[in-house]
């Protein structure tokens, strides 16, 4: 948006600027969040244990909602300097993007106290349908104060989008509103780079980025024992990496399961994980049962590197991206062993169809930002005539 010309504002309480704003330094405005950051990264001693359970206590007698909002402490900062820049710069257009679905909420207040903006309310993630941010666990009384925010949200926003179908479907039963998909793009940070000839005999690499989502603990166990047969059978043929998986259940499994072959990196930089995803010959996925029609920005950025996807996951939008254009394999969530080697060996043969030329054209930042355009344009239009 900024590259198009239109004058935007940031407002963010991350206190580094991504390089790619550096040039934008002073549309880029920030606030420090008071949150407790003891909340957001776990304790890590005894003493952190108890600092952990205080801040906890402190947290529940200051929130009526979910405790892990890491933007409810912070509405009053983020009111304060969103309203400074509205009425410095004559503002029309506000775009409030969540989680933190606190972030969101603020929109719905600034548009009572500015009734002419138009407010665009963009849904990243699932909120009182969601599985983090201590949802699941609330109470009736502080659920319901979340869904009467959300629903508030709804209420107050000109446009809404939201990054899979399924959060549409669920909000709209909720609100009738103006909902569109804008999906989570081609990231134009994390690009191939080339890498040299690999041998023949070499072992076929398959990487796994990012956490492998939970609900997925069977499969994945079963999918490592899958893998135990392969290797058995094919010693030195196949590499498996798995790269940034945060989840402790998941690593709980890995370490049940030790397997040769198989790499685990807690973290990995930008331009090695480029490196490391260029030099991979196919990317792994895991998906929740109840999540087929989302797709996570990974599935964009193994699309970019052009490698063949092995996903497991059920029938809806993203198998359907996926055997659609032909970038990949789904695997069955049962998981036959027998078929599982035979089509990894297909996979490391090549024999497997594989659309090389696949036009992600639809899925890159350029295409989603003309599509967000386009509906504040709408909404603004719209606004006029009513």
Known sequence: MLESGLDVHLITAQQ????EFAEYNKRVHRFKSVYPAILQKGPSSVWGKLYYRAALFMMKLRVKGTVYDTGVLDIPRMLALSRKLIQQHQIKTLICTGAPFSYLYCGAMLKKEFPHLVLLSDFRDRWTIGFHYGIRALSPTRFAHEAAREKEVLRASDAITAACPDIIAYLSAICPGNYHLILNPVSDLLNPIPVEKQAADQAFTITCAGNIGRGCEPVFEHFLNNVKVLQERYPGAFRFVFIGNGDREMEQIMDRNPLPNVERHAYMQQDH????????DAFLLFQRPEMVNSVATKVYDYIKFRKPIIACVGPGLLSTIITGGQIGYIMDRYLDTEK???????????????????DYSEYTLDYQVRKVLNILDEAARHRQTT
């Open 340 to 358: 599982f080697v035979v089509d990894m060996m297909k996979l490391k043969d090549g024999s497997m169809p594989f659309n090389k030329e696949f």
């Open 273 to 280: 994980l480029a490196a490391s995803l260029s030099a991979s």
């Open 16 to 19: 580094d600027i991504p390089d």
